[in-house]
């Protein structure tokens, strides 16, 4: 009886042992992935933009420029879109750079220190990705004001000089500050395959300067849009803008969503 | 009973079963532009898998085997099993890392031996099988170039019929992390119990 169990076991300790003796080979293929964040932004543009006024009617009403950028935007990841004013820093910091002072320039009301977010802008697309700000605008998607009316829901942003982005009290052109991930940014995509006649990928930006008469640039306003930077209420009652060629900058900066 | 049926499922039926050569491969995708994001990279022959089955010196009738595929992403690594393993991410990495799934494979040879012949496939989870010829099928000698062949032979013999191109393709979109992601495919021939 013993020797019968010992062959049982010996039978199944075969069968165990040999359940896997198939013949078998192997290879492998080992599938290495590159994702390199890509962030285009395609941008036509004249070289300059020129904005003369040479009548009293373009001090009144201003100068608008329609649909003289377009950015296109190609993103692997979300992202935040905004524009800011610079400027080399000849009159200071946040101010237009003064290249030629007409006249005699010595008329003491008369500022060359023209506000950087004295220049308008309005894109042609909300903002699709910016629930999450908490200021008054969240982009530049309004009208332009009538003449009269001042506002800052158009003003550029303008950070001293500098480029940094805006905060959730400024605008964006697409996306917001922040990586909440709700209502901050606008996910990876391209206007390479957006139909239709809107997209969150392309966006048609107009530029407006209303200097007003006497030319205090009335629609001159603070990131926020709540403390207006015109010539008057930085300086004194009476001052006006100092004749002269100015020329400053519009930075577009696209950068993952942050 | 049970001991004797164990010891028949171990019989072997055939003399060898092996990839020629078996060596480890790679496959680079980079993806840099917008246009191979939307577009995707496809590399057709990434591999090419070639079989040599050579049945017993005294010829057993049953000698028979299978071809399947199985996704590995390194789970020791962390890595969730819907995943990619991730080696390293650009940027601040808030978004979903690539799936598994984005992974296409495809399997063909002239004889379209595999029913999956010519169709891109996806796996969804760490070791997930695809099979390209299925294990336990009836016997498909050789010669007969049609689908599931699973006798005895070569591809030097029936280059048709055991040699198999493998293409691997990738869309990933804009819906991943940017980084470099990593996946391991295996290959596993087996004789039929």
């Not at chain 1, 009886?1 to 198939?22: D, E, N, P």
């Not at chain 1, 030629?100 to 010595?106: E, H, L, P, R, T």
């Amino acid at each position: 009886m013993k020797r019968i169990s010992y062959v049982v076991v010996a039978l199944l300790l075969f069968g165990a042992t040999s359940v896997k003796a198939q013949l078998i080979d192997e290879k492998d293929v080992t599938i290495t992935m590159d994702l390199q964040p890509v962030l285009q932004l395609d941008m036509t543009t004249p070289d300059q933009i020129e904005f003369v006024f040479d009548n009293i009617n373009e001090y009144y009403a201003g100068i608008t420029h329609y649909g003289a950028t377009i950015l296109k935007v190609s993103s692997t990841v979300s992202w935040d879109l905004y524009a800011v004013g610079r400027s080399s820093g000849t009159n200071g910091a946040g101010f237009w750079d003064q290249q030629i002072d007409y006249g005699s320039g010595n008329n003491a009301n008369a500022i060359p220190n023209l506000p950087l977010s004295l220049l308008e802008l309005k894109q042609s697309q909300a903002n699709a990705g910016a629930t999450a700000h908490t200021g008054t605008y969240s982009d530049y998607s309004s009208a332009f004001t009538p003449t009269g009316t001042a506002s800052g829901q158009n003003s550029l942003y303008v950070n001293a000089g500098t480029n940094t982005p805006p905060t959730l009290a400024g605008k964006y052109i697409g996306g917001h500050a922040g990586v909440t991930g709700i209502g901050d940014f606008l996910p990876g995509g391209s206007y390479l395959t957006q139909t239709g006649t809107t997209s969150n990928y392309y966006y048609s930006i107009d530029y407006r300067i209303l200097p007003g008469l006497p030319a205090i640039f009335p629609n001159a306003y603070s990131a926020d849009g709540a403390t207006a930077q015109d010539i008057v209420t930085a300086n004194v009652a009476g001052n006006y803008a100092e004749p002269g060629v100015y020329t400053m900058y519009v930075q577009y900066i696209l950068l993952e969503d942050q | 009973m049970l001991s004797f049926s164990l010891v028949t499922q171990a019989q072997l039926h055939c003399g060898l079963v092996s990839f020629e050569p078996n060596t480890s491969e790679s496959a680079m995708l980079t993806f840099d532009t917008p246009a191979k994001y939307q577009g995707g990279i496809t590399i057709n022959g990434a591999t090419r898998l070639k079989i040599r089955v050579n049945n017993k010196n005294i010829v057993d009738p049953l000698c028979s085997w299978n071809l399947t595929m199985l996704i590995d992403n390194n789970p020791g690594a962390g890595t969730p099993i819907s995943e990619w393993e991730k080696l390293i991410l650009y940027g601040n990495g808030l978004g979903q890392n690539p799936l598994i799934q984005s992974l296409e494979i495809r399997i063909r040879n002239a004889c379209s031996t595999s029913p999956n012949d010519g169709i891109y496939q996806t796996f969804t989870l760490n070791t997930d099988i695809i099979d390209i010829i299925a294990p336990l099928l009836p016997i498909t000698p050789a010669g007969s170039c049609t689908n599931n062949v699973n006798g005895p032979g070569d591809y030097i013999g029936n280059y048709d019929e055991f040699h198999f191109d493998i293409d691997i393709r990738v869309i990933p979109k804009f819906a991943f992390n940017p980084g470099v992601f990593q996946l391991n495919l295996r290959f596993h021939l087996e004789e039929n119990p």
